[in-house]
């Protein structure tokens, strides 16, 4: 299974950016899919994720201004950014939790990983 992201750039404070990440390979299911944030080497830290049925959890930080959404039929998560903030700046990282066959074990797996650029 691999998990492809897109979407990061540079952007002035007060903009937009959307990120997208495609999953491809064996999937049977993808139970939650989301989205995490590194910086300056410090661990992932949880910005968003959605469940297969359509819940959401966000960073406090982020809510009222990220909004996270997936196609199934695509297998592809998305995370649309508003009102960007520099604090919003680091390497956006894609995560999947997924089954690769029926009966099988879930299995997470990463994205390489897009970063974000939020000038003041």
């Known amino acids: 299974v691999q998990l492809q992201a897109s979407g990061g750039g540079l952007v002035q404070a007060g903009g937009s950016l959307r990120l997208s990440c495609a999953a491809s390979g064996t999937i049977f299911s993808i139970n939650r899919m989301g989205w995490y944030r590194q910086t300056s080497g410090t661990q992932r830290d949880l910005v968003a994720v959605?469940?297969?049925?359509?819940?959401?959890t966000y960073a406090d930080s982020v809510k009222s201004r990220f909004t996270i959404s997936r196609d199934n039929t695509r297998n592809t998560v998305y995370l649309q950014m508003n009102s960007l903030k520099p604090d919003d700046t680091g390497v956006y990282y894609c995560q999947g939790l997924i089954i690769t066959a029926q009966g099988a074990a879930l299995r997470q797996s990463w994205g390489q990983g897009t970063l974000v650029t939020v000038s003041s």
């Open positions: 959605i469940t297969s049925d359509g819940s959401t």
